[in-house]
Every structure is written in structure tokens, then in C-alpha cells.
């Protein structure tokens, strides 16, 4: 059973729009999460992450909103880049119990932002 | 800088053979990952290790083994590859819940 939701496979942006990634998770142990990006050939790089105690989190273009509650996540790029372009992850993690060090991770929303 | 260097970047094997994927971290941590990432299937967890010599399937083990000798190195092995193993194999390394640093990939093709 998926724990971790990305239900958008894919999503294509103008260049300098916003771009909404959508995240939703059922294990409400998690407490710790993270968006990663994925080039072609490459490893995933860390993009941002977010505490349970916080509900927003920015960086630069990049910002992660956590709705408790609703157990869903979001992650805006604003304004959108070509260079933006890539696979997004979302990842979890719960920071007592078994397995307190691993990731559980969504399956991807491939971003193609459109010049 | 964490950096996690995974030995080959492509492959190509023959159906049958044993395959071995290296992966080293530089920064001491205590645990490390190989996933396997396919198209619309996103990251899937082979095995992992939080120690030495210590290992745990993941939710796709079957037809894989770990070795994890050295804290700084885990190994991946497919004992008889197979064209199903055609995949970019990741290898993560991580200390507690700081989340994890990842290798550049390996792209197995098996044929």
C-alpha cells in the first residue's frame, strides 16, 4: 500500500508561471519531509524539506507547505524555468520508531516547464 | 560535501551472469540504500544496511543480494541477471533522518 501519493504523473508549466507539485501521505507517523529532483542519468539532489512543526518552508523560488490535517504536501516553484525541468520526488520519513532512517518516497511527478 | 560514488555510470550483461554494482560514501554514515528506479514506478527499495555487516530486504530483495563489509562501502549483486533487471539502479547513503545523499545511477541493461 502506497504510503507516500504523488497522483500526478506528469505536469507541464510555462516558463515563469508557477509550478504546484502535490504530495499526500497515509501514515500519520510521518513527521519529517522532503522533495528531491531527478535529471535524466542522474541521482536524485535534494531539493527542500519541512518538519511536522512547520507548515511552510522557502527557499529561493522553491517552497513547501505542509497541511497536517489534510496530510498532503505541496511544493511551489514560482517563477518556473526551463531549467526547472526534471522528475520530482516527495519523501518521508518518521523520526521514532522502526526504520526511523529510512525515506519512503512517492513514485514522481515529471515537471516540463515550457519556454 | 557528502559524495556517494557509484563505480559505473552504464553497463551492459548477458542474461545469467552475476552482477556486481559498487557504491562508496565518504562522510561515515551509518546507513545506505540501493533502490531501483523504473518509469511509473518511481523509487523501489532493494536493500538497505544501518551498520556493518548488517543488511535488510527492502520491498523488491528477490533476485538481489548486499554485502557490506567496510561502513563506506555497500555492494549490490544479481546472483543471475535477468532482462527484468534492466533498470537505473541508485545507491543512497544517510546519517539518522537527514535524508539521504544519492550516487549518479547506474543504467544496467541486461541482454
Known amino acids: 500500500d502506497q504510503q507516500v501519493k504523488q497522483n500526478s504523473p506528469s505536469l507541464s508549466v510555462q516558463e515563469g508561471r508557477i509550478s504546484i507539485l502535490n504530495c499526500d501521505y497515509t501514515?500519520?507517523?510521518?513527521?519529517?519531509f522532503l522533495w528531491y529532483k531527478k535529471y535524466p542519468a542522474e541521482g536524485p539532489t535534494f531539493l527542500i524539506s519541512?518538519?511536522?512543526?512547520?507548515d511552510k518552508n522557502e527557499d529561493g523560488r522553491f517552497t513547501v507547505f505542509l497541511n497536517k490535517s489534510a496530510k498532503h504536501l505541496s511544493l511551489h516553484i514560482v517563477p518556473s524555468q526551463p531549467g526547472d525541468s526534471a522528475v520530482y520526488f516527495c519523501?518521508?520519513?518518521?523520526?521514532?520508531?522502526?526504520?526511523?532512517?529510512?525515506?519512503?518516497f512517492g513514485k514522481g511527478t515529471k515537471l516540463s516547464v515550457i519556454p | 560535501d557528502v559524495k556517494v560514488t557509484q563505480s559505473s555510470r552504464y553497463l551492459v550483461k548477458r542474461t545469467g551472469e552475476k552482477v556486481f554494482l559498487e557504491c562508496v560514501q565518504d562522510?561515515?554514515?551509518?546507513?545506505m540504500f540501493w533502490y531501483r528506479q523504473d518509469p511509473g514506478l518511481g523509487l523501489r527499495l532493494i536493500y538497505f544496511?544501518?551498520?556493518?555487516?548488517?543488511?535488510e530486504k527492502g520491498d523488491i530483495p528477490e533476485g538481489y543480494s548486499v554485502s557490506r563489509e567496510k561502513k563506506e562501502r555497500f555492494s549490490l549483486i544479481l546472483e543471475s541477471a535477468s532482462t527484468n533487471q534492466t533498470s537505473m539502479y541508485l545507491c543512497?547513503?544517510?546519517?539518522?533522518?537527514?535524508?539521504?545523499?544519492f550516487g549518479s545511477g547506474t543504467r544496467l541493461t541486461v541482454v
Open positions: 543512497a547513503s544517510s546519517r539518522d533522518i537527514e535524508g539521504y545523499t
Open positions: 562522510m561515515d554514515h551509518e546507513n
Open positions: 544496511s544501518y551498520d556493518v555487516k548488517m543488511k
Open positions: 519541512i518538519s511536522s512543526i512547520k
Open positions: 519523501a518521508a520519513s518518521a523520526s521514532s520508531g522502526a526504520g526511523s532512517y529510512q525515506l519512503t
Open positions: 501514515n500519520s507517523m510521518f513527521d519529517y
